[in-house]
């Protein structure tokens, strides 16, 4: 089992950064893949980033590519999400997720963190 808590959301305007960061616990934090998804009001979840046990391979969703990076800190159990430019249209709830293997759909991640809200004003 993984518990993952997020935190470092909040309300900012658009062009403004931010960065989320979601602490896990309980397996070997560095067997595992790590990646976040988001899902803001009346639409589906969708995949944001994600980066290999080792932090050499990452991957993001073209909506935030450019904008976005994602990092790990292994030996603080800890992974981020740097946002950067940020547009209204990235308000949304952001989830931490972590599994053995990497994936863009949100059915192959087995944990899930409990989300924390970002909301871009414009």
């Known amino acids: 089992q993984v518990q993952l808590v997020e935190s470092g959301g909040g309300l900012v305007q658009a062009g403004d950064s931010l960065r989320l960061s979601c602490a896990a616990s309980?397996?070997?934090?560095?067997?595992?893949?790590m990646g976040w998804f988001r899902q803001a009001p009346g639409k589906e979840r969708e995949f944001v980033a994600a980066i290999g046990w080792s932090g050499s391979s990452t991957y993001y969703a073209d909506s935030v590519k450019g904008r976005f990076t994602i990092s790990r800190d292994n030996a603080k159990s800890t992974v981020y999400l740097q946002m950067s430019t940020l547009k209204a249209e990235d308000t949304a709830v952001y989830y931490c997720?972590?599994?053995?293997?990497?994936?863009?759909?949100?059915?192959?991640?087995?944990?899930w963190g409990q989300g924390t809200q970002v909301t871009v004003s414009s």
């Open positions: 997720v972590a599994d053995g293997r990497l994936g863009t759909k949100s059915g192959q991640w087995n944990y």
């Open positions: 309980g397996r070997t934090f560095s067997r595992y893949a």
